[in-house]
């Protein structure tokens, strides 16, 4: 389709009637050289496990924001249905039945890994976590974040973020309807990672979203892992990295990431579905650890050919935990859509116990409450 006038009224008034092309490519142009960052060789740490997932869930990055969403009033216009904290907000317009869910974020560790797939990742993690609760990704807006564009490596990344963040947007259909950029983000110590930030908005009917919390009653299913199904696992870009050292490609994204997007949001509204919660930050170690609670935990086991390091902390997006009462009626909505494994069942023992290959974990949702409190702590 071809849109050639970009008109709009106001009492039956033409208030704007511009050329489209004028609008999406009247700007000028101002291509600088441009080198593309090297690819992160493989060397990982040898970290024991419950050393790793301690400080990976204790990590200011992954840690509860708690602290800081307390500080605002959230409830203004008593609309808010899923308060912060959660993947998404959501706000019910009671007037029409709708919800509306709000997803932002950004990722410079992803980005740093690999500019162009961690600004597509960035993408796709705030679209899932919109599908978390029901909603169908609509729109989203922009903030492109970078260091001095005169430096040929720094706009090397620069442009691979912006081609990268248009990319996924344009498979998600999701039209980028407004943003802004910040350059010559630089200091002492050189420039920031090319940073894209991003919100994005979503719809859903109703505002009765899935909460993160588990219920204690169903079975736990992993959607849309390649790691679990035995593809490459990779750890760039992990909060796993950043705390213990190393460096690793950064991982693969989900093959139809549309589509993903599209049948998570329709598990999300199923009746049997009792929790969702998105896996990134942090990977599943993280997830889980943000499900539990002292009135319900998790018994989960991880096998299969990578290490328990790669199960539990690799960031790869578009990933969900569901607990659900109907767990053949998920595999049938993913087939040829995604993975979906099997991980374990939810408790009402109040502790996330971990059994892998490479050692076992058990601890109390208090403990892992308070070595999340690291935000607290620090602001108090």
């Known amino acids: 389709m071809c849109i050639r006038d970009s008109t709009c009224t106001f009492d039956g008034e033409t208030v704007v009637d511009v050329p489209a092309e004028f609008l999406a490519d009247g700007a000028p142009a101002n291509d600088l050289p441009a080198e593309q960052p090297p690819e992160p060789t493989r060397d990982l740490p040898e970290t024991a ?9 204790g990590d200011p990055n992954t840690a509860s924001r708690e602290w800081i969403y307390r500080q605002y009033d959230h409830e203004v216009g008593l609309r808010t249905a899923r308060g912060p904290g959660d993947d998404s907000a959501v706000l019910a317009i009671q007037e029409t039945g709708t919800g509306l869910a709000l997803s932002a974020g950004a990722e410079p560790n992803w980005t740093a890994a690999d500019p162009h797939a961690g600004a597509r990742a960035i993408a ?13 990704p609509l729109a989203a807006v922009d903030c ?3 260091g001095n564009p005169e430096k040929p490596d720094v706009y090397g990344g620069f442009s691979a973020i912006v081609d990268g963040l248009a990319g996924m947007c344009e498979t998600l259909s999701v039209p980028v309807v407004g943003g802004n950029v910040s350059l010559y983000n630089d200091s002492a110590a050189g420039a920031i990672p090319p940073t894209p930030t991003i919100a994005m908005l979503g719809a859903r009917d109703g505002y009765d979203a899935p909460p993160t919390e588990l219920a204690g009653d169903g079975t736990l299913l992993v959607i849309g892992d390649r790691a679990l199904a035995g593809h490459e696992a990779r750890l760039g870009g992990s909060a796993y990295l ?3 050292g190393g460096s690793d490609r950064f991982p693969t994204l989900p093959e139809e990431p549309h589509a993903l997007i599209e049948t998570l949001a329709d598990v999300a509204n199923q009746e049997g579905t009792l929790a969702v919660h998105d896996v990134s930050h942090g990977g599943l170690a993280v997830t889980l650890a943000e499900m539990v609670s002292p009135a319900a935990g998790a018994d989960v086991a991880l096998d299969g050919p990578a290490s328990a ?3 539990l902390f690799h960031e790869q997006p578009g ?7 109907t767990p053949d009626a998920i595999r049938e909505a993913f087939a040829d859509v995604a993975p979906v494994h099997e991980i374990g069942t939810a408790t009402d023992r109040g502790r996330l116990d971990l059994t892998t290959d490479d050692g076992d974990l058990s601890i109390a949702a208090e403990t892992i409450a308070e070595r999340r409190a690291v935000l607290d702590r620090a602001m108090d």
């Open 124 to 136: 796709l993690e705030n679209a899932t976590n919109l599908a978390a609760k029901g909603a169908t």
């Open 242 to 244: 950043d705390t213990t």
């Open 319 to 325: 990933r969900a935990v569901v607990e659900t009462t």
């Open 144 to 146: 492109l974040n970078g």
């Open 49 to 57: 496990l419950d050393t790793a997932f301690e400080r990976v869930i």
């Open 309 to 311: 390091a790669e199960q």
